[in-house]
C-alpha cells in the first residue's frame, strides 16, 4: 500500500531507515516508473545546520519543508541538478528525508530515455554503473523538477509504497529478502560545522 501521512508524520531519522527497500513510484504518461530506495538522508531543521530551514529559517526556497508530512519538497542545486526529499515530523517542523539512490524496478526504457536520452541497449557500463547513484540522477530518471515541488505524496501521480504488487507489478524475489542498514556522515555538507559528522546518511549494506 501507498505510505500514509502516519508514516511520515515521525522522528525524521526513523523514517530515513524506514524508506530504505520502499520504492519511489512517479506516474509519466501513464506508466508507473518505479524505483527501490537504497540511500537516503535525514535532515531537522531544529538543530542541524546542514539543513536549508536551520533554526526555522523560512524563504521562500525553505517554505515547502514547514508544510505536511508528506510533502514533496525538490530543490535545485549547482544550476544543473533537482533533490527530491519527503517532508517528515509535524507541520511548522522543518524537517526531511533526502532521496539519495536507488535501483530501478520498472520501465527501464523510460528511466534511460529520461536520463540519458537514449534507450537501454545504448548505455555504456559506466552509464549502468551510475545510472540511480545520486540524488540528481534520481531525479533526472523520474523526471522529476521544481514543478512537483510542495505536491503530496499520498497521490497518485508520486508516492512511495511498499510493494510493487501495489501498482500492478511483481516484486523481485531479491527485493524479498533481509538486509542490514550502513549508517555515516552525510554527503557534501562540509558547511555545516558539527553536523558534518552526524551519522544521518543511511544505505542497503552491500
Not at 533554526?55 to 514533496?72: S, V
Not at 535545485?76 to 515530523?89: A, K, P, Q, R
Not at 522529476?144 to 512511495?160: A, K, P, Q, V, Y
Amino acid at each position: 500500500m501507498k505510505l500514509t501521512q502516519d508514516f511520515y508524520n515521525r522522528d525524521t531519522r526513523t523514517v530515513a531507515r524506514e524508506l530504505l527497500g520502499k520504492y519511489l513510484v512517479r506516474v509519466q504518461d501513464g506508466l508507473p516508473l518505479a524505483v527501490r530506495l537504497c540511500e537516503t538522508e535525514a535532515y531537522i531543521g531544529r538543530l542541524d545546520k546542514a539543513c536549508h530551514a536551520y533554526n526555522y529559517r523560512r524563504t521562500a526556497r525553505t517554505e515547502t519543508l514547514f508544510a505536511p508530512p508528506g510533502t514533496a519538497y525538490i530543490y535545485f542545486i549547482y544550476g544543473m541538478y533537482h533533490c527530491l526529499n519527503c517532508v517528515t515530523e509535524a507541520q511548522g517542523e522543518p524537517c526531511a528525508v533526502l532521496l539519495r539512490g536507488g535501483q530501478p524496478r520498472s520501465h527501464r526504457e523510460a528511466l534511460a530515455w529520461n536520463r540519458y536520452g537514449k534507450s537501454q541497449k545504448e548505455l555504456s557500463s559506466y552509464q549502468r554503473k551510475n545510472f540511480l547513484n545520486g540524488p540528481g540522477k534520481l531525479c533526472k530518471a523520474l523526471n522529476l523538477t521544481r514543478e512537483e515541488n510542495g505536491i503530496s505524496l499520498l497521490g497518485d501521480t508520486l508516492f512511495l509504497c511498499d510493494r510493487l504488487e501495489d501498482i500492478g507489478l511483481t516484486t523481485p524475489p531479491e527485493d524479498l529478502l533481509p538486509f542490514s542498514v550502513s549508517t555515516g556522515p552525510r554527503v557534501g555538507i562540509g558547511y555545516a560545522q558539527e553536523a558534518v559528522h552526524f551519522p544521518w546518511r543511511y544505505l542497503i549494506a552491500p
